[in-house]
């Protein structure tokens, strides 16, 4: 179920015992993506992954703005620092804690909100004061390939969710994230390796193709919901180790 | 145009002047209103009044939760910091800022966010470094009755804009915010003096009578973006005392 | 007893189970009353009910300056930020706490100040590390009347309290903060709406009606003090419902 | 003249440009010398140096709470964190500075609040952001003579001010803050070397002595007025240095 | 020349126009390698860079503790959190920055960090209040093979420049960081994957190899600024994207 | 044993009860004493007192940048401001808390850092969440002479440590840090009172002079050592008073 829409009596009724909390950004993805695609991505597979599970499961707030500073000079693009999006989404989750909720998994569409999301479910986990585990999982992670931005995974996906948002496929301006040379980082923002902001090759992106990749992804989260479930349910997470034998 | 949908080339083409944030809350709203109440309201507004406007606006990020901790013991209430959420909602206004628009209008749905908002908007002006001005508007300070929590207003305006998610309207358990007793504040917890969560009754609320309320609200905001417009572009925000003779 | 001029021995003796920390301003209060009215009104009326109460109570330091930003453009404004504000109050509760003080209660002198405060009572209410519960009292809502800003009621209480501080009352320019248009906020410092500073027509105010409406306002903190002991002594804070009807 | 009881017109009229900002502490000063005295004894000297001193000058909100959690074992004692007290003060200079105020100087009458003030008032002074400079003065580096705690000079100086709110003087548990051993800190607060809070022999305290210490640090007050506003009128901070052949 | 052996007046003389800060970390590397790893390969790469640099450069004080929460769980292990470490990081550039030097070069030794520097990196760039630019530069992104944790390339280098405090080199208890499951982070903690703390096998780690590795590190970093340097004095960063070509 | 060249199983096996922090500062110290003096004097006694002392210690790593704003207008000063020193410290602790250690002395080498230092040890010992107690130390306090800034002791103390880092020592431009005119502080910067930067007169400085100095440091220090570990072993803290008698 989705918390937006229901009531407390539904949550009540439910007690949910899992919250998934779709994490997005709101930046430029080139020229035919919309600039709240992680936003829609992680939206999406939260409420897909939420119906398919098992598990008491339910979708939190959508966190729309993250850590995108990289992306700013590109009109559209919003971000927040490090540490109030670390804040943000630490005193939600600090409120979600205190009802019948006992695991918080982030579901993520951005890659720069990785490492602070990280942090934070480690740091929640740890925290004694709130009383859940908190768990980092994102998309990019679940799908094989390699997903660039706004490029070929990306907007197939938004063309299977969204094809009314999406305009005519580019091929992005960059092949890769071509910032390192000589082992330091030389462009500090997007603009100055990629003029039109995409960064891989869209052109042959289809919706079939998006549907295919949405649904890996899907069904990795479902696993991954199983999997955090029945660890904290069994023996707690100091066993978690054996769980990769 | 809404930001979430467009791209950033979409956003560079239009230049918009004037940017919409829409403030909501996640929070409890009695047993037949949505969590996510004050959000789907103010999203509604700020969407409407974009379309309806002649002003060059865009509808940014919806902003999820607020403050609302004086709901934290119903279950599915979400809420952050006063100083969390006016950092998150500062960082937004600074990335927007960094752009065509010159004027950010807080869309406010939450009464709780109010205070905040305020005196954010004034930093947000007076700051040299961020090159916008920033305004409050809240729609509840748009219609002429007392709009409550949960009550007949706002289960009306829910009614009009999403039947689906509104369940049996209630009377609530309490009239108003009976708070205050010899000056003070003695209920700090809304579940001190309202079982049910709902303030106001909403049993007479019908969809007409949302329609009428919710139509109100926009025209008061789009009047509202057209004065801020011409005060910004005429003479400064110095005149703005006359326009209220 | 005031603890400014008690010994710690004396305060060790007494032993007192509440403590009233005045809370005020220092912001312009139009040209006949004095910067500090906030100030002055809140520690004459917390050391009064001191003397009235059978609490075994203490009057705190008084906090001299709080949240007024939008009085800034007046000379003789000093204030602070609502974080910086809510921070310094909540550093003092908490030395205070680690004593035989069981209850703080705010004894506010400034509207600005009021939600930071309550917020503030609710967190360190709610929070286990901190050994006390505290309350927010304002004498503005302990009169029937509505109080402006320098007008009729304000004037007439320093009339009463220090009569040499206060120069011929005057009309102010506006009768009410007309800050809301169309739902918004227009005016975000008072000199955009008021030129003198004060709100409400003082001309008529006396001495005699300030002495009647400070002890209307001695006498209703008086009743809080007891009400919120008997709560907090019989059965604690959750009965407080009961305590409405 | 003071802000306090001064109207904003008064101090548009009078249009100061140093501003004497006393700084307090509320802790416990032993057995016979109240709780307030630091706060007592610097804004009394802040008071007496404004009426003495040819500067235009007038005395700001007198800061209550300082840091002093060494004393927090006694009752009464209050006290703030080292940066909670940094960005109150701060604050309200940054209020101040934004008028006719050119200089501010922190009148302390408490040890522990040095060391921050004097960051401060570096930080305000190289600030471009703040149009004022800042210094710390402190009533204790003017007299000759060590001040103790609630020893001989400060409580003479109290029976000089305020001598109904000084009990029997004592003699001190301590004769000085002997924390010190083998370079190291080994008492963290004032209750594991003294039972009765005071450190000095005040038995021979006499209110002739006080108005002789009183005057005393009156006159250099009013002297280092002089001094800081003839630096910042003729030559600048730079040529400070002239000051000490 | 070493900051931290120099005195002002040498530094005076070269005025040096770069500075290469070295950051490191203090964490568990396995039962063989130093929990200073970090710290000392990134000094001695810095120091080697800027002996062998023609840029005017300085080796400024080493950051010996970093974000390393994950390492938590073993002895010996410090960390701070990712704000307090942005914080000093950033604190030191600024003092650093106000004086000859114009680009900061992050010379980093610890992954961890990494994120966190690539941030401060672009905000001081951009920070028209700080007048310099700042890169981040990695050994481990300079050198062709995959950095382990402790594995054979890092245990080459310490055995290059530091034999007498490294123990038998051992196989770490896990091949990779294999902490991804499904797509979400199931690991949190190094204890979870390794008992003994190391990732790679190190035990055919040879001094000769670790001279290798380290020379190509350090030739990199010199490149790098000399890269950073003619672009900054030439035509500034806008034109860094040719640098790709 | 230091901790940057141990490994986490070495560490481990000593399970260390007693942490000493060397923490230092990198700032000017005249023109013949190095930037890091601070720094090379704290980890230098520390390593000393921890291989003399019977005690379970370990030395942690070197704070390299403290409290310094001071010295800012000399070339090569670094500082961070009291509170983000105090953050980065109080991390440190706590990670190194969360061990064997029991005990964690900081040896402070910078008198800029003492305070901030003494209120972080006070609240680390005071806080139930951090298991261990913390006491501050400072070379400066443990010997009987006055140390200047490089002045004839503290010169001394590096001819013996590090001679080839030591240039011509020379007399300072000022005997004292003559600061405090009329109770109040006239120069912020040190360069106002000092043109070489120096404090005191180090012609006279000797290596021999400097190793008996250095040992009376280290002495102390290992005595203090006993000290703190023999209260917290028998009788807890609050026996501590009787060390003085």
Redesign the interface.
Known sequence: MR??????????EA?PTTALLPVGS?E?????????TD??VARAIADAADRASDAESIV??????G?A??H?N???????????????VR??VE??A???VETV?FVNGHGGNG??L??L???V??EDAIECEA?????????DEHVGHAGELETAVLLHL?PD?V?DPVAGDAATW?D??????????TD??SEN?AVGDATDASPEQGERVFET?VD??V??LE??RS?DGDEG??T??S??S
């Open positions: 918390l937006e829409t229901s009531s407390w009596t539904d949550v009540d007690s709101t430029q993805h080139g020229p035919h993506a919309p600039v709240g936003t829609i939190g707030p959508t966190i729309p703005v850590i500073p990289y700013g590109f009109p559209g693009t919003c971000f927040v620092s490090a540490e109030t999006f670390r804040r943000y005193d939600v409120s979600i205190d009802s019948s998994v490492e602070t990280s942090h479910a480690r740091e986990t740890a768990y980092l999982w994102e998309w990019m992670r679940a799908v969204c948002d305009g071509a390192t040379v000589d082992g330091g980082v030389v462009h500090q923002f100055e390796f902001g992804a990795a989260l696993s991954f999997r955090v660890e997470r100091e978690g180790g769980a990769q």
